[in-house]
């Protein structure tokens, strides 16, 4: 089993509507968790951080953790074209030093 | 802060050549991870540093990679002899430990 884990995708949503993008991770050590966006040939970008249960809001983007449910989520709220990119989620293993572990990555497009 | 500084951002080089990629991380940060992304694997970790300490070199593929952080503010990923299915992009990112890393532009890797 990977330690984190995406639906690879592509997810295609509409322009206007809400993309959901999932994560799961395995090692109840990783403590804090990251959402980044890749653009093709770029470097990936973060986003969004959560440390804490529940969830945490930022512009369109929200991101949620269940820690029990080991278990993590971005919404982003009213897609544009320009979000169309890989998501890549993230979690950071206190216990191993911080090791920093990624998922596969979703592909989002966002049609017009 | 420049950010996390990565050089070459391209590299060609033949088969049995020794490669050197580098890394200057943010200033003040005390965690660095260096990555290998591929279409087929996504973004694999090779090891990653604490206060210029190796911590895990698990994911270093063959004995032909090695790292080395010799102070705070310089890391190197050397492959020698590289091989053909060393190409990828290369990425380094640096954080302060458990919490978010920031990458770097990347080296773009070549074995003909």
């Known amino acids: 089993q990977k330690e984190v884990e995406q639906n690879s995708g592509p997810l295609s949503v509409p322009e206007g509507a809400i993309a959901s993008l999932n994560c799961t991770y395995s090692?109840?050590?990783?403590?804090?968790f990251f959402w980044y966006r890749q653009y093709s040939g770029k470097s990936p970008e973060l986003i969004m951080s959560?440390?804490?249960?529940g969830d945490k809001e930022d512009g369109r983007f929200t991101a949620q953790l269940n820690k029990a449910s080991q278990y993590v989520s971005l919404l982003i709220r009213d897609s544009q074209p320009s979000d169309s990119a890989t998501y890549l989620c993230?979690?950071?293993?206190?216990?191993?030093?911080?090791?920093?572990?990624f998922g596969q990555g979703t592909e989002l497009s966002v049609k017009p | 802060d420049a950010g996390v500084i990565q050089s070459p951002r391209h590299e060609v080089t033949e088969m049995g050549q020794e490669v050197t990629l580098r890394c200057k991380p943010i200033?003040?940060?005390?965690?660095l991870f260096w990555y290998r992304q591929t279409m087929m694997r996504g973004l694999e970790l090779l090891i990653y540093?604490?206060?210029?300490?190796?911590?895990?070199d698990s994911g270093m593929p063959e004995d032909r990679f090695s790292a080395k952080m010799p102070n705070a503010s310089f890391s190197t990923l050397k492959i020698q002899p590289s091989e053909p299915r060393d190409s990828a992009v290369y990425f380094c990112?640096?954080?302060?430990?458990?919490?978010?890393?920031?990458f770097g532009q990347g080296t773009r890797l070549t074995v003909v």
């Open positions: 990112a640096s954080s302060l430990q458990n919490t978010e890393a920031f």
């Open positions: 090692d109840r050590g990783s403590q804090s």
């Open positions: 959560i440390y804490s249960n």
């Open positions: 993230a979690g950071k293993i206190y216990n191993q030093g911080g090791k920093l572990i």
């Open positions: 200033s003040g940060h005390n965690s």
């Open positions: 540093f604490n206060n210029n300490v190796p911590i895990d």
